[in-house]
C-alpha cells in the first residue's frame, strides 16, 4: 500500500516538472497552475481523507498563483 503512494507521488512530481514551464500568457499558467494545484491538493486531501476538498483548494491556489506570476525572460 505504502508503494502505491509512492508510485502516485512520483507521478504527480513528474507531471508537475514537465509542465512547470507551460505558459506564455497569463491564462496558459492559471490553467497549468491549477492542474498541477489540483493533482497534488487531491493527493494531499486523500491523505486526511477528504480528496475532492483538496482538488478543489489546491487547483483554485494553483491557477491564482500561475495567473499572477510572469514568465522569466
Do not use: N, Q, Y
Amino acid at each position: 500500500m505504502r508503494f502505491r503512494g509512492l508510485k502516485v507521488t512520483a507521478a504527480i512530481a513528474g507531471l508537475g516538472l514537465l509542465t512547470a514551464a507551460c505558459g506564455e500568457r497569463p491564462v496558459d499558467r492559471a490553467l497549468t497552475g491549477g492542474a498541477i494545484g489540483a493533482a497534488s491538493g487531491a493527493v494531499v486531501g486523500s491523505t486526511v481523507g477528504s480528496p475532492v476538498a483538496g482538488a478543489v483548494v489546491g487547483g483554485a491556489a494553483g491557477a491564482t498563483i500561475g495567473a499572477v506570476t510572469a514568465p522569466e525572460r
